[in-house]
């Protein structure tokens, strides 16, 4: 991952989104988990989205990033927060928010300490699905 200094700010490269962007601590987790689902799991990084922008009534919201199947179709929402942010029923609500839109089979909340990953009613705290455990269970 490449950083730089600009403007007196820390900036990191995001490839998703092929520019500079404000390195915040959510970001610095959200980048980390997304170059670790391409590199060690074989998600590929052309089927991840970030910032994916959807309309839930009236509101504008983006995902923090949508993983999609090679047909397009949404397979899960990550939803990233910092590592001094505990993932709560509150992170949790929010994911299910920008599911109601997308109706994804996976959610996954990750702040960098922990990961929880959740298919239908399973919620699975230990480890990463891998890209193909998640065509599998679509």
Same mark, same amino acid.
């Given at each position: 991952? *490449?950083?730089? $200094?600009?403007?007196?700010?820390?900036? %990191?490269?995001?490839?998703?989104?092929?520019?500079?962007?404000?390195?915040?601590?959510?970001?610095?987790? *959200?980048?980390?988990?997304?170059?670790?689902?391409?590199?060690?799991?074989?998600?590929?990084?052309?089927?991840?989205?970030?910032?994916?922008?959807?309309? $839930?009534?009236?509101?504008?919201? *983006?995902?923090?990033?949508?993983?999609?199947? *090679?047909?397009? /179709?949404?397979?899960?929402?990550?939803?990233?927060?910092?590592?001094?942010?505990?993932?709560?029923?509150?992170?949790?609500?929010?994911? %299910?928010?920008? /599911?109601?839109?997308? /109706?994804?089979?996976?959610?996954?909340?990750?702040?960098? $300490?922990?990961? %929880?990953? %959740?298919?239908?009613?399973?919620?699975?705290?230990?480890?990463?699905?891998?890209?193909?455990?998640?065509?599998?269970?679509?």
């Amino acid at each position: 991952m *490449r950083t730089r $200094v600009y403007n007196n700010k820390e900036q %990191i490269f995001c490839e998703w989104r092929h520019r500079w962007v404000r390195l915040t601590p959510e970001e610095w987790v *959200r980048q980390q988990l997304l170059h670790r689902l391409v590199e060690q799991l074989d998600y590929p990084a052309s089927l991840i989205a970030v910032e994916q922008a959807i309309n $839930v009534g009236e509101a504008k919201k *983006r995902c923090d990033a949508v993983v999609y199947d *090679r047909q397009m /179709n949404p397979l899960m929402v990550i939803e990233c927060k910092a590592e001094t942010v505990p993932l709560t029923q509150k992170t949790l609500d929010q994911a %299910i928010t920008y /599911n109601r839109k997308l /109706n994804v089979p996976f959610l996954m909340l990750h702040n960098g $300490v922990q990961t %929880i990953c %959740i298919h239908g009613t399973n919620h699975y705290t230990s480890g990463f699905p891998r890209y193909t455990d998640l065509l599998r269970c679509e």
